[in-house]
């Protein structure tokens, strides 16, 4: 049984007042998302706005808490290396600082480990996609390759604003969940 098949089991075990809460929490796994969770509230006979707006709020609700998060973690990340930097510039008499090699955290290319060089190609295919088309690109066509919920994580740590991320995410979620719960309910009409 799959993840759907068990979430499909529940909405249809429990009261119809907490259906809408299954649908969101459903929303709110990777993978699943709005689009998956908008799929499972109407194949489970929930209406389909009521399944849509359910699967927006979980999905969005996880993404914002990611988004927080990852600003957060990237700003830990420039406070620190500002301090280490700042420890390490020498101080001449009169108070100049002197140059100093930049600092970037990476090490001897030797040193790489396997799963370093996969981060870092993955690091890489989603800078040359935000360079190319900007945040709403990859906010808007992220979900065809990776969750909203990595998509965001990556745009908030780094270094795009909160808001930015959180208003073209919640485009995104909104858009993606709104076509595949016409296609679910088109689906179903023609066949029932």
Same mark, same amino acid.
């Given at each position: 049984m799959t993840v759907v098949d068990t979430i499909q089991n529940v909405v249809a075990q429990v009261p119809d007042l907490v259906q809408p809460v299954v649908v969101a929490a459903a929303g709110a796994i990777p993978f699943v998302e709005?689009?998956?969770?908008v799929a499972i509230g109407v194949i489970g006979g929930i209406d389909p706005v009521l399944a849509g707006v359910a699967a927006v709020v979980g999905n969005f609700l996880c993404v914002a808490a /990611?988004? /927080?998060l990852g600003s957060g973690a990237h700003q830990a990340v420039l406070t620190r290396r500002q301090a280490r930097t700042e @420890?390490?510039?020498p101080v001449t008499v009169g108070g100049a600082s002197g140059s100093h090699a930049p600092v970037d955290g990476a090490g001897p290319v030797g040193d790489e480990r396997p799963e370093d060089s996969r981060k870092s190609a993955r690091? @890489?295919?989603?800078?040359? @996609?935000y360079e190319r088309y900007g945040v709403p690109g990859v906010s808007l066509l992220g979900p065809l390759l990776l969750p909203t919920q990595v998509t965001a994580t990556m745009l908030a740590a780094s270094g795009v604003g909160k808001g930015r991320v959180l208003v073209w995410q919640a485009v995104a979620i909104v858009g993606w969940t709104t076509f595949t719960a016409l296609v679910v309910t088109g689906v179903i009409q023609v066949v029932g």
């Open positions: 709005g689009e998956g969770a /990611l988004v /927080l @420890a390490r510039e690091r @890489a295919k989603f800078q040359q @996609a």
